[in-house]
């Protein structure tokens, strides 16, 4: 018969059956396995244990894959992965850490946009100077500056962070408004 390898596809699929059923030391030991196997484990890799420590109430495996050992092998936190953490700190009412990781959270997808907003201008300038050399244009004063000067639209991360955009959005079970009381007052019990 065929050689069939498990490839990181295979793997999160089984991290994910893991996490469904609340075995999160099972889904850690694929972790592993994936990785003895030279697979590299990727974002969802990542969220999906996250969520599996935090479905059974392992909040601080869940804070050190997404603090120190995400980092260490080079995987960006994405949304789901700060939210899976978020949520693993909220069920065992580490409140103060999840609204401090909530805090992190915004910084980190904000710096994110920001490198996407600038490597997808780079790219439409790219295409629109390739465009302009088709066309025979030497000059840029000959087209319109309007398309490479436009920003992107905020990605739909990002627009969950921003305030225009929250009014129907929960975080961890709670409005905007409820977080940030919370955030306000724990500021306020820190000095």
Known sequence: K?????????????IA?????RQW??????????????????TISYSTAISACGKAGQWQRALYLLQEEMPRMGVEAD???????????????????????????S???DDQHRRERVDLSSEEYIREEEAASRAGFENDGERSQTSSMSSPPPSPQLQLLDSRYFSDVEIVGLERDEVQELVAATKQQEW
């Open 2 to 14: 065929d050689n069939l390898q498990p490839n990181i596809i295979t793997y999160n699929a089984a």
């Open 17 to 21: 059956a893991c996490e469904q059923s």
């Open 25 to 42: 030391r099972k889904a850690l030991e694929l972790m592993q396995t994936a990785v003895l196997s030279d697979l590299t484990l990727d």
């Open 79 to 105: 949304l789901i992965a700060y939210s899976s953490t978020i949520n693993a700190l909220a069920q065992v009412g580490q409140w103060a850490g999840a609204l401090m990781l909530y805090q992190d959270m």
């Open 107 to 109: 910084a980190a997808l």
